[in-house]
């Protein structure tokens, strides 16, 4: 499950995700993506991994595509996970993006922000 975590500045996403990720979680997570890229350029991305489980294969799918779609649409995206997996997920979408991309333990939640704010 997705849901938006409201910010105090538009050109900031920020989503917590919780379980698996299914295809229907992208139509709220595309849409609001998609218009602060298309309003802003570069935007950047707090993405807080709280229980998750990671994607179901439709989930997985959505969000490839949208990731090759959208490889330099990013600035920074902070990372924020409890698993070992995470911050792998963090190191090895490096290579396959222009953004900064950084990963925090869930009590660093104020750091990953304060960075993006930065």
């Not at 294969?57 to 779609?69: P, S, V």
Request: charge should be negative; glycine fraction near 6%; avoid cysteine.
């Amino acid at each position: 499950m997705v849901s938006r975590i409201e910010t105090n500045r538009d050109s900031l996403a920020a989503f917590r995700l919780t379980g698996t990720i299914h295809k229907s979680d992208y139509a709220l997570l595309v849409p609001v993506l998609e218009e602060k890229i298309n309003r802003y350029g570069k935007v950047d991305l707090y993405w807080e991994m709280a229980d998750a489980a990671g994607w179901d294969l439709e989930g997985l799918w959505e969000d490839l595509k949208f990731d090759l779609k959208h490889l330099n649409s990013f600035r920074r995206v902070a990372i924020v996970g409890d698993e070992e997996w995470e911050g792998w997920l963090a190191t090895l979408i490096k290579p396959f993006t222009t953004a900064d991309i950084r990963y925090f333990r869930v009590p660093e939640r104020d750091r990953a922000m304060g960075w993006l704010n930065s």
